[in-house]
């Protein structure tokens, strides 16, 4: 079995799109699960948040960094099914009323919504770019910075590894079978732990996390 870390994928919202899709053959419904944004969230009251995290969500990062602030990293394919099932939300609002200026139009291909939407004054959103989630804190950088892998193996070897990856990934069978999927940087710290305790991928997994290391070394005096 072989891994890859895609580091070479465009930052930028709409070239990441379009690299996935040629380079790697993936439809917009399964390439939206490789690109994640990270919000910074204001509530001027709590009966929003609290409403929001009422609701089960796959895939959401949410962390208070302040009084009433907040940090929410997502996939764009976790945003596509909070506009589906969870417009009701003002939260869920106001992230479509941004997010739809600020990306591209495809990621929103059949999920706009039917009717108009109205913003909450009482909560104010900000769309992270890379630069500012990069000097973010170094606990919060651990866990909002996400990183994208691609394996490939055979069925055996990739059904081995299943039971340690994160709940949204993408299979694909080729020659062999591909696993796309995402970590956060203490996330794939744990995951490299969890397989070099089965002998699997040790030597490829030590040579990835000495990679990341000497992007983020501030991350790992807090994992």
Known sequence: MQIKWLNN???EPLNFLHFIKKQ??????EAVKLLYITIKLKALSDS???KFLERTFIGIKFDEIEKRKYLLTFSIYTLRELIKEHLDLKLVK?????????????FFKGVFPKHSILASQDIILDLLSEKEKIKLPS?????????????????????NILSFLPNIYILKKENLYQVFTTFSIS?????SLNLKQKD??????ETILESVKILFPDCFGEI
């Open 9 to 11: 994928i465009p930052p």
């Open 24 to 29: 790697y053959k993936l439809p917009l419904e």
């Open 48 to 50: 929003p948040i609290y």
């Open 94 to 106: 106001n992230l479509y009323l941004l997010l739809s200026k600020k990306l591209p139009r495809e």
């Open 139 to 159: 606990f919060l950088k651990a866990k909002h910075v996400i990183l994208p892998f691609k394996f490939e193996g055979n069925c055996e070897e990739i059904i």
């Open 187 to 191: 996330e794939f710290v744990i995951f």
């Open 200 to 205: 699997i991928l040790k030597n490829e997994l």
